[in-house]
């Protein structure tokens, strides 16, 4: 296996620091001849530092970014943004020393962590402070040391305060004993991220204060004559009265968007223009991490099918697309193979429709091919929040936990199938912090996503992923645990069952065995599920093995299940993956007990 | 009363904050606030030029925060009407805060102290309603609600109108308030959000007394209604 010629170059100036790069990304910095051109026009910006090997010396640190053409501090590995790439290798021993330089009173906390994520390995070296190890204070070193058991892409981040979202995070690749099951000539990691120039502490109190701020796809009083026009005014008032009911906004796909964030490439913005070379005719692996803190991007490469070879990191059956929906801490490896065209365009919108981010593919630097224009914002229907297919039925009160009575047979759209009417648990009753009940749920591992159907373009399921081998455990779960992703969009909290990670006590498994976690959304957001040290192995709609993942991602309405095997002893951390959805309360521990 | 009230609020804070000693520090239960000027307008009525303002703001968790709420008007110069309210607030239901306190009015004539007791929050059709009950120190009740609505003309220009109802219990002849529903105004502002937190406006609203409040009006010179044209702002932090 070769690796390209980037990765040679980035390694060979390994103390270039990033915010040089940073720069780079900014167009109308360079555009005022202060910058010296020297030293950028030799290859693209975000280009990996990679370090490989079993030996590791990670500083984390403050390093000046300009992304936005305003002056911040990030949190970075080795004055790296993102964290230089780490190489492993299946079967041997890392050791990587962790050591905390931040100065005193940094404004994201004097404490630091580093969290590998999708990794398997000994509770006490997952990073979570309060659950794996105390953290690692101001001027201390944590040596962190495992065997690496397993291989493919993964990525690593900060789990301290709100680190993760000012740059602590970076691609984690470890190579396999065994060949791998495909071919390719080059390999590229295109990270997806979020960077926001306000301090994430900001963003989070202005959460609480204004949880709709970053949304300006409200519908107006004008959409209101419009749907009354198409759909009728009857339809059009029943739609309104049913979303007034609720008090909530169709089009609330993300709680942060672009009107605050600006989506980074490698580490670059859409100006940088990160550039992965080709020539006609290869196979260009690309490694995509969605290392963002809330955002989940629909990506795609127009002229461009992408075979999706693995996903969190694991084999699974080549399936072949034109677009993929990714959510924060998933990970897809997809091979291209581009020829015809010397460029291509590599196009992350967000799924609110809000942004984008590109980088290009192409046969030299400084090419690029025409970038797509932002889809048009999709509009939740009640079906998506598994509230049925029609605007007749209302959906269900918390104080009326169960409506098994019901109405459950409108729902025509195709991925809609199997629905399960369903109760919930009694903390959610009465629960001024729990806004919305599904009343009807299915897996829909078959649908896209909002936003993404009938497209005209061929979309990445969950239902189209299938691993590359059978359940690695092979048993029958002996039971059950169901867990419901409840909110407050309003009061802006999040959490399990209508409590908050504060106010619950720990699941509890038993070494060594199967179990089955069921998670039913109830709210009208996206969660992407983390558990971590153990594997969540993705059930079909029949309650068979599919996929093996990290991280699950749950859309609106939906009721997913999957296999966990309690084979790691210890206390971990399980959560929603959306940064500001955890800290406000969407997070367990797990305690795996002998 | 009042400090007592705040005293029991800060407790009830800390206590939250106690509990999260030696887990996972998240921030699940951290102490957030809003400062949110909702009215700072100048008006030209039928019965002189004058300013007003109406104002909220909350200290505190998800589930227990300080309130303090005020709102007044200025005619040439004199403070017409004023109160300042100091509140306890606790999440009861999905869409709703139940809030407890008291309530101190300033002039004209003596300054009056009330309990109160209330809610706020959400109304189907994204309605936000106050309705508070008070009991003065004398035995006097009163009762106040206030519903408002953003109706989106785009998503920056927003038309909202308002209603406000106040009731009372008894005659006073004091503040010319008569037993029963006492006043009701109603108002259109139409606001431009040049940042989410700052938005100029315009707007008009409609004052009417009723009953022996409109009479106590008339019978010291001034009309049962009032039509007035304010421009103001709004704005929150």
Redesign the interface.
Known sequence: MSFDLPYRGALAQPSRRRFVQGLAAGGAIAGLGLWPRATWALQSAGLPTVLTGTEFDLRIGETPMNFTGRARTAITVNDSLPAPLLRWREGTTVNLRVSNALPRGSMHGEQTSIHWHGIVLPANMDGVPGISFDGIGRGETYQYRFDVRQAGTYWYHSHSAFQEQVGLYGPLIIDPMAPEPFAFDRDYVVMLTDWTDLDPAALFARLKKMPGYDNYGKRTVADFFRDARREGLHATLEDRAMWGGMRMTPTDLSDVNAHTYTYLLNGTTSLGNWTGLFRSGEKVRLRFINGASMTHFDVRIPGLKMTVVAADGQYVHPVTVDEFRIATAETFDVIVEPSGQDAYTIFAQDMGRTGFVSGTLAVREGLRAPVPEVDARAVLSMADMGHGGTAHEMPSMPDMPDMPGMDHGSMDHGSMDHATPLSHPDSESHNPFVDMQATSLSARLDDPGIGLRDNGRTVLSYGMLHSAFDDPDGREPNREIELHLTGHMERYAWGFNGEKFSQAQALRMTYGERLRIVLVNDTMMTHPIHLHGMWSDLEDEQGAFQVRKHTIDMPPGTRRSYRVRADALGRWAYHCHLLFHMESGMMREVKVEA | MKAALLAIALAAIACNAA??E????????TV???VRMDRLEAFDADRGTGQAWKARAWIGT?TDKLWLRSEGERVGGDTQASDLEALYGR???????VLLGVRHDFGPGPSRDFAAIGVTG?A???IELEATAYIGSSGHAQARIEADYD??????LV?QPMLELGFNGEDDPVRHLGSGLSTMETGLRLRYEID?RFAPYIGIVYERAYGDTAAFRRSAGEGASDTRIVAGVRF?F
Not at chain 2, 22 to 29: E, G, P, S, V, Y
């Open positions: 509990a999260q030696h887990m996972h520090a998240i921030h699940d239960n957030h606030s809003l998800d999440p009861i239901a999905r869409w709703w805060d959400v189907p059709g994204k109706a989106l003309l785009t998503n920056r038309l989410r929150w």
